[in-house]
């Protein structure tokens, strides 16, 4: 059973177009993230939620918009996709105050903007 | 601003040797370190996640050091095999808040059969 799942795996658009990453967790976990890793496997991070609120937001262009229609659930909207947005999309999850404070990942998203 | 700085960026070893990696961070002021693991195209899977409060843990032929007040981590592997070969990621978490991970850039392996 997949801890935290993503959907699409592979996910190729045209410059302009909108798409959605979506990201879900069965871990009961409170806390979720998006991190980026670019073409030079850094990986950085996007956003936070805890509880369904936003909680970190990084210095990321407002074309991106996540999503967290419940705890379980955090989901990435891009708008007007720019070369540059091509990149692995990572997904994560933790328990805030949890004893480890593990996060665990999703196995990504790649996203190819031609 | 924390900074995570792994050295060195690429290792190549024969099978068997037993080797270290290492990891560095600019404010000491962290709440846990996590040692990842990432083969090509693939996700993450954690290794091994040390507190603040503790100065080693192991996992089978892993084991991973803590030096907080100097900044450091490391992560030793010993009786290196082929299967290792992946991109070994160090990441810390800040001590305020459920804040996110700040990764270092990772140290990709190969051993050698």
């Known amino acids: 059973d997949t801890a935290v799942s993503q959907t699409p795996k592979y996910l190729v658009t045209q410059m302009g177009n909108d798409k959605s990453i979506k990201c879900e967790q069965n871990?009961?976990?409170?806390?979720m993230y998006w991190y980026k890793q670019d073409s030079k496997k850094f990986l950085k991070i996007m956003f936070s939620?805890?509880?369904?609120?936003?909680?970190i937001n990084e210095t990321v262009p407002n074309r991106f918009s996540p999503k967290s229609p419940d705890k379980a659930h955090l989901n990435l909207h891009i708008n007007s996709l720019e070369l540059g947005d091509s990149a692995v999309y990572f997904c994560?999850?933790?328990?805030?105050?949890?004893?480890?404070?593990?996060?665990?990942f999703g196995a990504g998203t790649r996203l190819s903007v031609l | 601003k924390q900074e995570v700085t792994q050295i060195p960026a690429a290792l190549s070893v024969p099978e068997g040797e037993n080797l270290v990696l290492n990891c560095s961070f600019t404010?000491?002021?962290?709440?846990?370190l996590q040692w990842f693991r990432q083969d090509p195209g693939k996700g993450l899977t954690s290794l091994l996640l040390?507190?603040?409060?503790?100065r080693e843990q192991t996992s089978g032929r892993l084991n991973a050091s803590l030096d907080k007040s100097s900044g450091r981590s490391t992560l030793y592997i010993a009786a290196s095999q082929p299967g290792d070969s992946a991109t070994y990621l160090c990441?810390?978490?800040?001590?305020?808040?459920?804040?996110?991970?700040?990764f270092g850039k990772g140290t990709r392996l190969s051993v050698i059969a």
């Open positions: 994560a999850s933790s328990q805030f105050g949890g004893a480890l404070n593990i996060q665990y």
């Open positions: 871990l009961g976990h409170d806390t």
């Open positions: 939620y805890n509880n369904k609120e936003l909680i």
């Open positions: 404010d000491s002021a962290i709440y846990n």
């Open positions: 040390i507190q603040s409060s503790q």
């Open positions: 990441a810390v978490r800040g001590s305020s808040g459920n804040t996110p991970l700040v």
